[in-house]
C-alpha cells in the first residue's frame, strides 16, 4: 500500500477465524489503527467488575444497544473522524447495521472483509487462544455459535461483505491474501 488513500476495513467473521490475525497484520506491516468491537465490550465490563464471559458480553452488548441501538459502531465512526485516521481495522462487527452505517458513511473508503475457517479449526484456534470466555467443549462451542448467529443476525451481516477470505492455512498464506486486498486498492 504506497499511496495516502485513506481506507477503513471491518471484519467480520465467526469466533476463531482470524480477525485479530488480519488486525495484527494491518497494524504491524501497514500501520492501521484497530479498534475492536469486542474490547469495547470488555472494557465496559471490567469497569463495572463484572466477569468476561460470553453470556456477560451479549448482556452488556444488548444493554449498550438498547439505550442505543447504533452505540458502538457510531462511537467507532465519531472516533475515526475526530483522529483523522487514515487506515483503520473495525475488528469484530457483528450486526448488519455495524456494516452498513460505516458504508453509508464512508463510501468506497470502507470495505468489509470476511474472514471464515471451519468450525474445527476454529475450536482448536480458541483452546490454544486460551482467552477467559473460551468454550468447554466443541459442542459448547457449536451453541456458542449458533445462539451468535441468532443473536447477531450473521448471516445477514456476511452478505454484506465486499472479499471473502478463507483461513485455513499458515499465517503466511492469510498475510499473502491480505496483501492482494491491499494492491487492489491501490488501482
Known amino acids: 500500500m504506497k499511496n495516502n488513500k485513506r481506507i477503513i476495513i471491518g471484519l467480520v467473521g465467526p469466533i476463531g477465524c482470524g480477525k485479530g490475525a488480519v488486525s495484527n497484520y494491518l497494524h504491524k506491516k ?11 465490550i470488555r472494557e465496559e465490563l471490567k469497569k463495572r467488575n ?33 483522529n483523522l485516521w487514515e487506515k483503520v481495522v473495525i475488528d469484530g462487527i457483528r450486526y448488519p447495521h455495524q456494516a452498513m452505517i460505516p458504508k453509508k458513511i464512508f463510501g468506497k ?9 471451519s468450525p474445527e479449526i476454529r475450536y482448536k484456534r480458541l483452546v490454544k487462544r486460551g482467552r477467559e470466555d473460551k468454550p468447554e467443549s466443541y ?5 456458542q455459535e449458533k445462539k451468535e448467529n441468532e443473536i447477531f443476525n450473521l448471516k445477514k ?20 491474501k491480505i496483501d492482494k486486498i491491499l494492491e487492489k486498492e491501490e488501482e
Open 109 to 117: 473508503e470502507f470495505k468489509l472483509l470476511l474472514i471464515d475457517a
Open 30 to 40: 501497514y500501520d492501521f489503527h484497530v479498534i475492536t468491537m469486542g474490547d469495547i
Open 157 to 176: 451481516t456476511y452478505s454484506l461483505a465486499d472479499e471473502k477470505i478463507i483461513n485455513e492455512g499458515t499465517l503466511l498464506n492469510l498475510y499473502k
Open 50 to 82: 463484572l466477569e468476561i464471559t460470553r453470556e456477560n458480553s451479549y448482556k452488556m452488548q444488548a444493554e449498550l444497544r438498547g439505550k442505543n441501538p447504533h452505540y458502538l459502531i457510531n462511537s467507532i465512526v465519531k472516533k475515526i473522524n475526530e
Open 139 to 143: 459442542d459448547d462451542f457449536l451453541n
